[in-house]
DNA sequence: TTGTAGGCGTTATCAG
DNA sequence: CTGATAACGCCTACAA
């Protein structure tokens, strides 16, 4: 493959003048831009980014952790982080850590060896020797989705406890007083805020929290669907739920059905994060939807915009409001209470 | 930051000494080994792996051009890679093409100029000019997905053909005589080969082929539900329908829900892809299933075998068999024609 | 068993 | 306006 040598000596030219004219970096000639232009055009000349990283000391590379692609939430996120990127001029490393802190430092450790500018993280837990380590080198990184409580990293949120709030709610006005929650990791933050949401809805109402109501899903389908059962033959079942992400929401309405239980008729669903299909397949589900594609393009612009002006003032949180969706899955009990009934089923 | 002559100062040794001893690349004694190793951890030493990269000519990276992360086919495919290329020591550099040739070009100038080891491509299209360029050169490259026809070039693929004939004969198994077909973009030969899979069902018996129930859902959601609701609009309306893909399978559906329609007393389905909820939500949908998983990790695997060992063989072809997953969504005619009466609506 | 020194391909400083 | 030349941080003959 041809170099700057190869298209200096084929124009002319020195190397430098090369370099100058590739990147419109000092005033040349119309005559020597010609050459080195046809000189680099003829050889397909190719500029190797690595050497440039070398000696630039910035690789226009950026390193995304998330726990796992496979995740649709986390998809709608890598495609706004990518798009902002992509028309930055970054190119953005992907890595999974399946919520395990081990792998997510040793990703850490592999995009920092490959000189990331940036890095954007998802973290799965608490903070290992390894992130602290990037925080005191105050490498530029931002949260998403969730943060590590003690560091200051600038992050971008959802109003998780707000939003969860709303959720449940909403069950309560449709006169639902038993009403389960199906938690996630209790090592993400995000999990944290939705289960207080939860609370602070029941407490608002006068409700009683039965803490046998709250079960753990582990964020995950499987675990969802098992935690939900468990749930469902409870001696007093719970008339209503609220499941705290998309995954464990197919979990729980799996749960549901292999009961023989309707949804919402026997049980109601208000669940976080939406899906393409959530109006078109039954039931349809009542849901918060999160902007995910606008979580992560700001993430994005707050990392680059972190990389630009390195080291300034306090680290900014950006919070998102979620939205409720209001479908059929979330519906009026049955044999309403007497304080709900003004409240009609359906809006 | 700390570089190797930091380390080898700190240490009292050479420069080479670290790098050896850093790499278990020679015999190096225990005792300056010690040295080394603790220099290293004293200074946070982390090797620049850019610097390596431009040295050894290898970056352990490779880039992964797709048409959206946002389509869970495609998130499949992408874990299936970063399993394998982590396992590998590579690290992977995602590109969205949007399906869009010019970006992809732009993509793979982008990628190659960073020396990414290898490339692994859903084509959005035909052959460009830069795409040429790479084959030319033999740079590590493999199609997934589809195939840009006249390359030479390793891919990983769907038996799509088989597979559509499967699904479109399971439908005709079942009565249905008018069987329309929502088909995708006609650039990708994924797209022409379902397409191929669908005639020969037809023609193997013997029913004609009607072009006016062949309509271009674009591979995408609302352009189906569109194309659909044409379909449906039509005097003699198709009694069954096949579907190309996940993303136009929701579209189908909604468009058949705005009718009043109900499926599969109205209008069955069949189609390609199937869904983490597909047996969960109603209608549950019969289709075929690909292994996305394992597509991503035999290209990945293919990749890498091709950056180990260049040049080789004529390339090869890895075609993995699509499962038919009978569900719900295709159930018999309701006035069943003849020659089907003998076959159950639901086994 | 260890060290010296050159070079990977660019950019950038400093002269001319 | 243009050109030598010295890094960037690492690896690896080649020497010792």
Redesign the interface.
């Given at each position: 493959v041809a170099t700057v040598k190869d298209v200096a000596r084929r124009a002319g030219v020195s190397t430098s003048t090369v370099s100058h004219v590739l990147n419109e970096t000092r005033w040349v000639s119309e005559d020597l831009r010609r050459r080195v232009r046809d000189a680099a055009d003829e050889l397909?000349f190719?500029?190797?980014?690595?050497?440039r990283?070398?000696k630039i000391k910035r690789?226009f590379?950026i390193g995304l952790v998330i726990s796992?692609?496979?995740n649709?939430f986390f998809?709608?996120l890598?495609?706004g982080i990518?798009?902002v990127a992509?028309g930055e001029g970054y190119?953005?490393?992907?890595?999974?850590s399946d919520e395990d802190v081990d792998k997510e430092a040793a990703y850490l450790?592999?995009?920092?060896?490959?000189?990331v500018d940036g890095l954007i993280l998802a973290p799965a837990g608490e903070a290992h020797e390894y992130l602290r380590?990037l925080v005191m080198a105050d490498f530029p990184l931002v949260f998403l989705d969730r943060v590590v409580p003690d560091l200051p990293i600038p992050a971008v949120l959802l109003e998780n406890r707000e939003a969860a709030r709303e959720a449940v709610d909403h069950l309560i006005g449709l006169g639902h007083r038993r009403i389960g929650m199906v938690s996630g990791r209790p090592q993400i933050t995000s999990t944290t805020d939705r289960l207080a949401g939860y609370r602070l809805a029941l407490a608002d109402a006068g409700i009683p929290i039965d803490e046998s109501l709250v079960v753990s899903g582990g964020s995950r389908?499987d675990e969802a669907r098992l935690a939900t059962a468990a749930l469902l033959d409870l001696a007093d079942r719970p008339s209503a739920l609220f499941v705290a992400n998309n995954l464990m929401t197919?979990g729980a309405?799996?749960a549901i059905?292999e009961r023989g239980l309707a949804v919402p008729d026997d049980v109601a669903i208000a669940s976080f994060d939406d899906?393409?299909?959530a109006d078109?397949?039954?039931?349809t589900l009542t849901c918060i939807a999160q902007p995910t594609y606008e979580l992560g393009r700001a993430a994005a612009d707050l990392l680059l915009r972190r990389i630009g002006a390195p080291a300034t003032e306090p680290p900014e949180h950006v919070v998102l409001p979620g939205r409720l969706v209001i479908r059929e899955s979330s519906g009026a009990m049955r044999r309403p209470a007497v304080v709900a009934a003004s409240r009609p089923a359906r809006p």
């Open positions: 397909g190719e500029p190797n980014a690595v050497a990283s070398l690789s590379t796992d692609i496979g649709p998809t709608a890598v495609r990518e798009d992509q190119t953005v490393i992907l890595g999974n450790r592999v995009l920092s060896a490959k000189r380590r389908t197919i309405v799996a059905q899906f393409a299909w078109v397949f039954r039931p």
